[in-house]
């Protein structure tokens, strides 16, 4: 989600994709839960991988190589970067490329269900270990900033960049009402995600519309509740990051309830949050996304999800702008 502001930010965020990719995963169903439950798993079902014998493993912290376990924060709700499938289990992007990074530290990397908008405040309490959940990294989640109303809220996180994404519109199929671009919600009501780069792109662009032309911003706790109320009439158009609303669009009532209007816009950087103290964890995490890259886990990945277009050469620490 984006420049200025994050994109789930500590409540923001975004991506990209090729609608057309999207196909190959058409067939799992947006299903998700914005409970706080674990998901014993990161997307795979093998058994915690063996600390001695992985690659990277001497380089995290020493109290969660000994626990063989990375406690993940995830808004697991948020297809296709990381949601339940129709048995239950987490699946995504997310999941598959922290199975991928786990064989390379020897832990496993055991998600945890929490709203988007509490997962920065569930890493400063220590609930979590990490944060990932295709959330953009900005300046403003980097210096613990509410991007709101500029006031310091927090010391702030490092991330880890893994991918790039942008923000969409979409409305319902044969209803676009000429919507192309956000100065086209004037006059309209939208749906978005609660704490996204998307709720902060509605509320800034909203400041803009003339008079007589008042924008209505109706804000959920997660993706899915927004799509539903749209798909009832309830809205005139939706938005979210470009790979989640294209996988809607793809998927939601076999490809007949949504459609994509106009470009993305605001394409940043997701990343994995670390607390700015646990540089030795923010450091591991790197070095297996660097690992997981060149040795070619990474681009299946991201082919499989049909999000290649928003994938990167190698991991940053805080891209975000």
């Known amino acids: 989600m ?76 948020y297809a296709p970067v990381e949601f339940k499938d129709d048995s239950g289990k987490t699946v995504g992007i997310d999941p598959d490329l922290a199975d991928a990074m786990g064989k390379q530290l020897g832990v496993k990397f055991e998600f945890e269900n929490g709203t988007f908008d509490t997962l920065l405040g569930g890493l400063r309490s220590k609930r979590y270990d990490i944060a990932m959940s295709a959330m953009t990294d900005t300046k403003d989640r980097q210096e613990g900033v509410d991007s709101d109303t500029g006031k310091k809220v927090g010391e702030g996180v490092d991330f880890v960049d893994y991918f790039t994404a942008g923000v969409s519109i979409y409305t319902k199929k044969g209803d676009t009402q000429s919507i192309a671009t956000w100065a086209d919600l004037c006059g309209k009501k939208v749906v978005v995600q609660r704490g996204t780069v998307s709720h902060d792109l509605a509320k800034a662009e909203a400041e803009k519309c003339p008079k007589g032309k008042t924008m209505s911003i109706e804000a959920f706790d997660n993706d899915q509740q927004a799509q539903t109320r749209l798909r009832s009439g309830g809205a005139d158009a939706g938005s979210s990051d470009f790979p989640v609303a294209a996988y809607a669009v793809k998927t939601s009532g076999g490809g007949k309830d949504f459609e994509l209007v106009g470009e993305q816009v605001d394409a940043a950087p997701y990343g994995i949050a670390v607390a700015k103290s646990n540089t030795e964890l923010r450091d591991a995490v790197k070095a297996a996304l660097d690992a997981v890259i060149a040795n070619g886990e990474y681009d299946k990945i991201i082919q499989k999800w049909g999000v290649t277009d928003g994938a990167v050469k190698e991991a940053t620490i805080n891209g975000g702008k």
């Open 2 to 77: 984006t420049a200025g502001k994050t994109r789930r930010t500590t409540a923001l965020r975004t991506r990209t994709t090729a609608v057309g990719a999207i196909a190959v995963a058409g067939a799992l169903l947006l299903t998700g839960c914005g409970d706080q439950t674990k998901d014993n798993g990161s997307g795979s079902d093998s058994e915690k991988t063996n600390t001695n014998s992985a690659p990277l493993a001497d380089k995290l912290p020493e109290d969660i190589r000994k626990a063989g376990v990375i406690k993940v924060g995830s808004d697991i709700a």
